[in-house]
């Protein structure tokens, strides 16, 4: 079974299965007026509860590597029930590099064939992923919410070795939507073992950006703390605005 969808800007998605897999071929170029239709494409992929989604871009053209960030966008806004593997195939090297460089291997890794991709998730289905998301208050009562859910959510997970980062990050990027945008907070935690990443999504399209460290003195900024606890973080378009995210592993200690 297949269908074929086309978004603005020359996008193409081809959609079949593959026993339980979905498969998504990507054709096109991908650019700031199609993101959103491809992002869709992969989030109702997953939603029909497949096995995996594999999503072939060897044919996809990306003249501007944020636009990548689509991929980012489309897992951290995934249903929590959606909790099958993602993963990526390109042929092409510069691209792979490109996934690489802008962090969305972190998220859906990325592979040069699609015998390759079926065959690392033999591995990657048997991970359990556990994901829950809220609604916090657009007040500062979001704070100590947001903190104690992440306590509670990683104790029940039995990964309490994440708590003390994630309870900093948490606080950094829930302040951060309150002081800036003045919209309501979507915090979101998710584990597979052997990492964390915590999301918090806000109706702002203004990027989160660190600022310039000072020339004198300590950088106590916010996101140069967050920076300095976690493997990596960035700042993700939504459909509604923005993501900001972090992935945390073990290494990342107080």
Excluded: C
Excluded at 26 to 48: P, W, Y
Excluded at 162 to 176: C, D, G, K, Y
Excluded at 206 to 216: H, M, T, V
Aim: net charge neutral; proline share 6%.
């Amino acid at each position: 079974m297949s269908a074929l969808a086309e978004s603005p800007g020359s996008l193409a998605v081809e959609t079949r299965t593959d026993q339980s897999a979905a498969i998504l071929t990507v054709g096109g170029v991908l650019d700031a007026s199609n993101s959103a239709a491809l992002r869709d494409s992969i989030r109702k992929a997953a939603l029909d509860a497949p096995s995996a989604v594999i999503v072939d871009i060897s044919a996809l053209q990306v003249p501007a590597e944020s636009a990548l960030s689509a991929f980012i966008s489309a897992y951290l806004q995934l249903s929590i029930e959606s909790t099958a593997p993602i993963v990526l195939v390109s042929g092409d090297r510069g691209t792979r590099d490109a996934l690489d460089r802008s962090e969305v291997t972190r998220f859906m890794p990325v592979y040069s064939t699609e015998k390759g991709a079926t065959k690392a998730l033999a591995k990657l289905t048997r991970r359990t992923v556990h994901r829950s998301d809220t609604q916090l208050p657009a007040n500062l009562t979001s704070l100590r919410e947001s903190r104690r859910l992440v306590r509670q959510w990683l104790t029940e997970w039995s990964r309490p070795a994440f708590i003390p980062v994630a309870l900093v990050v948490v606080n950094v990027f829930v302040e951060n939507v309150l002081e800036h945008t003045g919209s309501i907070p979507v915090m979101r935690l998710e584990t597979d073992g052997a990492t964390a990443t915590i999301a918090v999504s806000d109706e702002s399209t203004a990027p989160a950006k660190r600022l310039p460290s000072p020339a004198q003195g300590i950088d106590v900024s916010g996101l140069a703390i967050v920076d300095a606890l976690s493997r990596a973080w960035g700042s993700t378009p939504t459909s509604s605005g923005k993501t900001v995210w972090a992935v945390i592993g073990p290494e990342n200690q107080l």
